[in-house]
């Protein structure tokens, strides 16, 4: 059975091996994107719609835009700022959405109202 230190180095090699694997990929889709941008802007100069300054310009720019994107994960538009509440149900319960504010009031009536009757019923 291997040691707790193996497991650890195994769990760190995989780590590693993922974010070299994602970093090729990115680089791979960086490539085409050039390329891709570079088709476009050469199309645009030989109609000339731009010249060739500004296909170059362009080409840049679109490069800097994806390698951004790259560095800046997407951010969340509705970050949480406190974690996730987690609920634990019962195996015959079933998640129920959120109610208004007035049942639980009514709810806590009628709480209170069996706790008065029960104890009514024992004096």
Wanted: hydrophobic share 30%.
């Amino acid at each position: 059975m291997p040691g707790f230190g193996d497991i650890v180095q195994r769990a760190f090699y995989l780590g590693v091996g993922i974010a070299s694997y994602a970093g090729e990929q990115a680089t791979g889709r960086l490539a085409e994107v050039r390329e891709k941008a570079q088709k476009l802007a050469d199309e645009m100069v030989a109609r000339g719609e731009m010249s060739t300054e500004e296909a170059r310009r362009f080409v840049e720019d679109m490069m800097k835009q994806g390698q951004q994107q790259i560095k800046q994960p997407p951010s969340e538009p509705t970050t949480p700022k406190e974690p996730r509440r987690i609920e634990i149900l019962e195996d015959d319960e079933e998640p129920t959405p959120e109610k208004p504010p007035e049942v639980n009031n009514l709810r806590d009536q009628v709480q209170s109202l069996q706790d008065e009757l029960r104890r009514l019923q024992n004096e």
